[in-house]
């Protein structure tokens, strides 16, 4: 685990949540299909109670995830997200792990009840393009947070309050609403 991986889930932990980090394969080896069979290990923690925060890959791995699912989740994050939108590093790699890069976003907005959209201005990766157009795409407004990079260690991200704060305001909405 590296990046704000490890802080975030210190943080939700001491507030009561049960956090799950799936380590999924190495590059090399690393697939849709393969990811896949990573989460079924979980899958008994994934309801419509679920938080789900995707960075990089991981943001095309969890927009391919909800179009499989057959009941919503709670809350969907994307962190540095790609949806092919060129400048992309790893255009050609992102396009054969999910499959192409064409989404059932009609299908995907039906399968979480909240969507937040993280981007930087400087990401080396991928460009902001890609986040504008996934937050479009949901219907959300996209969190822009300057000079971030890549929101990885690399760029200075070993926490990210930002986050924390939004899933914390998002949690405190469903708990007030379940007390009324």
Request: include cysteine; hydrophobic fraction near 30%; aromatic fraction near 14%.
């Amino acid at each position: 685990m590296e990046n704000w991986f490890p802080w975030l889930k210190e943080k939700l932990e001491k507030k009561g949540c049960s956090v799950y980090i799936p380590q999924f394969p190495p590059p090399k080896d690393d697939s849709l299909k393969s990811r896949l069979k990573v989460l079924e290990r979980y899958g008994q923690y994934i309801d419509e109670n679920t938080i789900l925060i995707g960075h990089s890959r991981g943001s095309l791995f969890l927009l391919r995830l909800l179009e499989r699912r057959n009941n919503p989740v709670f809350a969907s994050f994307l962190v540095s997200a790609s949806i092919g939108i060129k400048p992309y590093t790893y255009y050609e790699q992102s396009y054969r792990f999910s499959n192409g890069y064409n989404f059932d976003w009609k299908l995907i907005k039906t399968k979480s009840k909240h969507f937040a959209v993280y981007h930087s201005d400087n990401d080396p990766y991928t460009s902001l393009t890609n986040g504008k157009e996934i937050a479009r795409h949901l219907g959300v407004r996209l969190t822009l947070i300057p000079k971030a990079g890549h929101f990885n260690t690399a760029s200075g991200y070993t926490k990210f309050e930002k986050l924390l704060y939004d899933i914390r305001g998002i949690l405190s909405d469903k708990q007030h609403k379940e007390q009324l």
